[in-house]
């Protein structure tokens, strides 16, 4: 029999290349989505005719409960949250709730109905915002930045705590910044590449932007849905730091995009107050070594592959739909 999945967050930009993964490897596979006039699934949808979609909603014990025992998964990938980080100061309640106590939720419905379900809790390299050392590993403390960050320590924690309280087969993957086409327009990395895009088309003439000197360590998101998987398929469970290993700054970021079109970024861009975080990371870079080992994973898309990538899909998003700008 083919094994069963469940996807929180499957119409993400993680949820939709976990799917196309897990498809590639015979799963059947069940996303979770919440009942919302608004649902998009337009990175699901040239997949959605092989999916399973079922309601449920992380702010409800009863309906996480009721999707598991309808499901009967094998394995649970939990995505889903309030993943946008400035958003999480302008709403920090809400953002503990879903992307810090939905996770116990979860964990307590995957508790009731089948303890042998394997779960995969997404952490984020956001949990180190204020560095301990560089680069990051499994063993770095952590010292959020931002409720987002704050929330996200929580579900990591609450998740060990899980495996070592109740014997469930529980790993997070502790994932820096990773990006595609499929990243949502608030994202600086897709903001600047549909912004080089549309400049280039001459559909706009500036790109406002925030601090320049920010760092991260970006991957591409199919790489980095590989590894949750493997991590599942472990004798034992256990957490990873999924990451390049490389860091780069805004500029650079704009650096590729623009030259990409070959235009200097300079021209366009203007800084803008209203982008700066009130409290901004430090240089968080990860340390793969442990996925390496372990996992035998490695990412196989440089950045300049992936930035490239991502301002081919926006020109031709602009060309083939111009009346799409925004």
């Given amino acids: 029999m083919a094994k069963r999945a469940l996807i929180t967050g499957i119409t993400g930009q993680d949820g939709s290349y976990l799917a196309e993964f897990l498809l590639s490897k015979g799963y059947d596979v069940y996303g979770m989505v919440r009942r ?89 390299s956001e949990m180190f915002g204020k560095v301990r050392e560089v680069p990051q590993s499994e063993t770095t403390p952590f010292y959020p930045r931002s409720p987002y960050g704050v929330a996200k320590v929580y579900g990591h924690w609450i998740t060990v705590n899980y495996r070592e309280s109740y014997d469930l087969f529980t790993c997070s993957g502790i994932l820096f910044n990773h990006e595609s086409p499929r990243r949502g327009m608030e994202f600086v990395t897709r903001k600047v590449t549909y912004h080089a895009a549309k400049i280039k088309l001459e559909m706009a003439n500036e790109i406002r932007i925030g601090n320049l000197d920010s760092k991260r360590d970006w991957g591409y998101a199919g790489d980095y849905v590989r590894a949750m998987w493997l991590m599942l398929q472990q004798d034992e469970p256990d957490d990873f730091v999924i990451a390049t290993g490389e860091t780069h700054s805004v500029q650079r970021l704009l650096d590729v995009a623009f030259s990409h079109v070959g235009l200097n970024w300079r021209d366009y861009a203007v800084q803008d107050e209203a982008f700066m975080r009130p409290a901004e990371v430090d240089l968080l870079v990860g340390d793969p070594a442990k996925a390496r080992r372990l996992l035998g994973w490695q990412p196989e898309v440089s950045f300049e592959e992936l930035i490239g990538m991502m301002v081919e899909a926006d020109l031709k998003k602009l060309r083939d739909n111009p009346d799409s700008v925004i």
């Fill in 36 to 124: 919302t006039s608004t649902v998009r699934y337009e990175r699901i949808q040239k997949i959605q005719y092989q999916l399973k979609l079922i309601q449920g909603d992380m702010g409800d014990l009863s309906s996480l409960i009721t999707a598991i025992s309808a499901v009967e998964p094998d394995e649970v990938y939990h995505l889903a949250a309030q993943s946008f980080v400035p958003t999480s100061w302008n709403q920090p309640v809400f953002t503990g709730d879903i992307t810090g106590l939905g996770v116990t939720r979860l964990l307590d419905a995957v508790r009731a109905v089948n303890p042998a379900i394997r779960y995969y809790q997404a952490s984020s």
